[in-house]
């Protein structure tokens, strides 16, 4: 059964988002999604400065075997992105809701973030997906 | 692992494991208003024999053939000891590497070319070919443009690349909103102030080595200028010159990001116009935007070396419409034919075969410009071992009348330059000789005359 926090929103497409505070929204994908993909080998960061929407796909995580595009949760403007993942892509593995953080967004519209599933409507997501 | 056919028994057998009454079967997917039921305008098939009858007498109209035409592909002598090694089974009939474990020869082999490329060219990376020289040059400005991110969509290209790339280039690169600027080239090279006048950005420009002419661009030159500018450079070179011209890995002050171009001369005959092979090579920071397959070196799990496909996230079977592109094989035959004759000939080998060639054009043009009406178009240009001379004739007739004698005179620049009226550009490689100049030349007084 894979981690998933308490204070954190969630996508259908395995990210998560942690609401920081003065707009900022930090971006990552679970530990379920970790777990699927296999050990990261390359990570494909946005650049700062980029205008995301949300649904869109902004950065990339490269394993063996696959390939998955990863999408923002909200419509704004990429403030910074986690460039120690360009060395070490593998500690989205190790630690996907802490150092593995991939990039944060300035949100346009806060309320974009209601709209994603919290926790408990994640878990059951990932119990529905195992049948 | 070479290729061996499966056996009527085989088959059925296997048909019984599955559960399938044969092979038909297998394709019920398809919907029947969709399969072809018959083809009806295919002739019946002809016996090996007929075949062979057939082919015989086509051959005969390539018999005895004096050969002074390149434009792209370049009549090289091959030892006989390449095709002899290339014809082994496990060569000649090995398919596309993705079972690592079932094709550690194919793969060391692609390894092994990977490697003699970067050494040819100075680049960081090669992947294991491209179709062709034409659509290589596609690929690297797709490649330009994919590195740039946010580029500019505009490329440059010089008119002295070679005029079959350059429509190649287009159909591909255009149908991707991508605007190709072809830069004129009056003297017969691309002068570097002409970027001067270019005004905007640009991802990239496209540099040939020699070019179409026969004749050596200032690549130094043009590789900063066009770096000067924000925009990559891409070269596209003849890989036999490169033994004896400066790698576009050294190219101005930092060399070029991407370098590409048609294998062919390195062993490959010239089979009426092909099958050849494309390379593509660049820098170690723009790697994960090349097309194409890639094998790396690796160890497995008890710490043996081996070799495997490798960055395959750039690729079809993993990455689908986000793919680097939609390539998703390679020339592996004459690949394997071209690492042969690198590895036979060596650097040397290859340094006396551009040497010989080069040298024998500076005999042969000797020879033609005593001929009254022969000149040299670009005079003032230095040339690898191709040249396009201006003569009293057009070139088209005189091409037409030597070849009733036998005889290929070179390439008709009429239509596609015609502002340098219809010159003849003439190549000659290590395989001609001065009483081949002289077998020419007495011709060619006997038509202009």
């Given at each position: 059964?894979?981690?998933?926090?308490?204070?954190l929103?969630f996508?259908?497409s395995?990210?998560?988002?942690r609401?920081?505070g003065?707009?900022?929204v930090?971006?990552?994908i679970?530990?379920h999604?970790q777990g699927?993909l296999?050990d990261?080998?390359?990570v494909?960061?946005?650049?700062?400065g980029?205008?995301?929407e949300?649904?869109?796909?902004?950065a990339?995580v490269?394993s063996?075997k696959?390939?998955s595009?990863?999408?923002?949760?909200?419509?704004?403007?990429?403030v910074e992105?986690?460039?120690?993942?360009?060395?070490?892509?593998?500690t989205?593995?190790?630690?996907?809701?802490?150092?593995?953080w991939?990039f944060v967004i300035e949100a346009?519209?806060?309320e974009?973030?209601?709209?994603?599933?919290?926790?408990d409507?994640?878990?059951e997501?990932l119990?529905d997906e195992?049948? | 692992?070479p290729f061996?056919?499966?056996?009527?028994?085989d088959?059925r057998e296997?048909?019984?494991a599955?559960?399938?009454?044969?092979?038909?079967a297998l394709?019920d997917?398809?919907?029947?208003?969709l399969?072809v039921?018959?083809?009806?305008?295919v002739?019946?098939?002809?016996s090996e024999?007929?075949v062979?009858?057939?082919?015989r007498?086509r051959a005969?109209?390539d018999?005895?053939?004096l050969?002074?035409?390149?434009?792209?592909?370049?009549?090289h002598?091959?030892?006989?000891?390449i095709w002899?090694?290339?014809?082994r089974g496990e060569?000649y009939?090995a398919?596309?590497?993705?079972q690592?474990?079932?094709?550690?020869?194919?793969?060391q082999?692609?390894y092994?070319?990977?490697?003699?490329?970067t050494?040819?060219?100075?680049m960081?990376?090669?992947?294991a070919s491209?179709?062709?020289?034409a659509?290589?040059?596609?690929e690297a400005?797709?490649m330009?443009?994919r590195s740039?991110?946010?580029?500019?969509?505009r490329v440059?290209v010089p008119e002295?690349?070679?005029p079959?790339?350059?429509?190649t280039m287009?159909?591909?690169v255009?149908?991707?909103?991508?605007?190709?600027v072809?830069?004129?080239c009056?003297?017969?090279?691309?002068d570097?102030t002409?970027?001067?006048?270019?005004e905007g950005?640009f991802?990239?420009l496209v540099v040939?080595?020699p070019?179409f002419?026969g004749v050596?661009e200032?690549?130094d030159?043009?590789?900063d200028?066009?770096?000067?500018?924000g925009?990559?450079?891409?070269?596209v070179?003849?890989?036999?010159?490169?033994?004896?011209l400066?790698?576009?890995g050294?190219w101005g002050?930092t060399g070029v990001?991407i370098?590409?171009?048609?294998?062919?001369p390195l062993g490959?005959p010239l089979?009426?116009?092909g099958?050849?092979?494309g390379f593509?090579?660049?820098?170690?920071e723009?790697v994960?935007n090349?097309p194409?397959r890639?094998v790396?070196r690796t160890t497995?799990l008890d710490?043996k070396g081996g070799?495997?496909?490798?960055?395959q996230?750039?690729e079809q079977h993993?990455r689908?419409?986000k793919a680097?592109?939609?390539?998703c094989?390679?020339?592996?035959?004459?690949v394997t034919?071209?690492?042969?004759?690198?590895?036979l000939?060596?650097?040397d080998?290859l340094?006396?075969?551009?040497?010989?060639?080069?040298?024998n054009l500076r005999?042969?043009r000797e020879?033609?410009l005593?001929?009254?009406?022969?000149?040299?178009?670009f005079a003032?240009r230095a040339?690898?071992?191709?040249?396009?001379?201006?003569l009293?004739?057009?070139?088209a007739?005189v091409?037409?009348?030597l070849?009733?004698?036998?005889?290929?005179a070179?390439?008709s620049l009429g239509?596609?330059?015609?502002?340098?009226?219809?010159?003849l550009?003439?190549?000659?490689t290590?395989?001609?000789?001065d009483?081949?100049?002289?077998?020419l030349?007495?011709?060619?007084?006997?038509?202009?005359?």
């Open positions: 059964m894979s981690e998933i926090p308490g204070d929103k996508l259908k395995h990210e998560w988002a609401v920081e003065d707009g900022k930090t971006v990552g679970s530990d999604a699927l296999g990261l080998v390359y494909e960061l946005p650049t700062v980029d205008r995301v949300a649904g869109n796909a902004c990339v490269e063996v696959a390939a595009d990863v999408y923002s949760p909200v419509t704004g403007k990429v992105v986690n460039s120690a993942l360009s060395d070490k892509p593998e989205i593995n190790e630690d996907a809701y802490g150092d593995g991939i346009e519209d806060a974009q973030l209601n709209e994603l599933l919290d926790p409507a994640y878990a997501l119990e195992d049948h | 692992m061996i056919p499966h056996t009527e028994a088959v296997m048909l019984a599955i559960g399938a009454p044969d092979i038909e394709f997917e398809i919907p029947a208003a399969k039921q018959s083809l009806a305008k002739p019946e098939g002809l024999m007929e062979v009858r057939l082919m007498g005969k109209q018999e005895a053939i050969n002074f035409a390149g434009a792209g592909a370049y009549e002598h091959i030892p006989a000891a002899q090694i290339v014809g060569f009939s398919y596309t590497p993705y690592a474990e079932a094709s550690q020869g194919t793969l082999l692609i092994e070319y990977q490697t003699m490329m050494r040819l060219t100075g960081d990376i090669s992947n491209m179709y062709d020289g659509t290589a040059v596609a400005v797709l330009a443009e740039a991110k946010k580029g500019p969509r440059l002295s690349l070679h079959a790339y350059r429509k287009q159909a591909i255009e149908l991707q909103d991508i605007e190709i072809t830069l004129p009056p003297d017969g090279a691309l570097p002409a970027l001067d006048a270019i950005e991802t990239a040939p080595q070019n002419f050596l200032d690549v030159a043009l590789t200028a066009a770096h000067a500018r925009g990559l450079v891409i070269a070179v003849n890989p036999m010159s490169l033994a004896l400066k790698a576009p050294s002050a990001d370098t590409c171009g048609d294998g062919q490959v089979s009426s116009g099958p050849y092979f593509l090579a660049c820098k170690k723009i994960r090349l194409g890639i790396g497995d710490g070799f495997t496909l490798t960055l996230a750039r993993i689908r419409a680097t592109s939609n390539i094989t390679n020339q592996g035959l004459l034919a071209a690492t042969i004759y690198m590895s000939l060596g650097p080998g340094r006396k075969v551009a040497t010989a060639s080069a040298s005999a042969l020879r033609l005593r001929i009254p009406g022969v000149a040299p178009l003032d040339h690898f071992h191709e040249l396009a001379l201006t009293p004739k057009s070139a007739e091409v037409e009348a070849a009733a004698e036998r005889i290929v070179g390439v239509e596609e330059y015609p502002q340098h009226g219809d010159a550009l003439v190549c000659t290590e395989t001609k000789s009483e081949d100049f002289e077998l030349a007495k011709a060619l007084e006997r038509v202009l005359g």
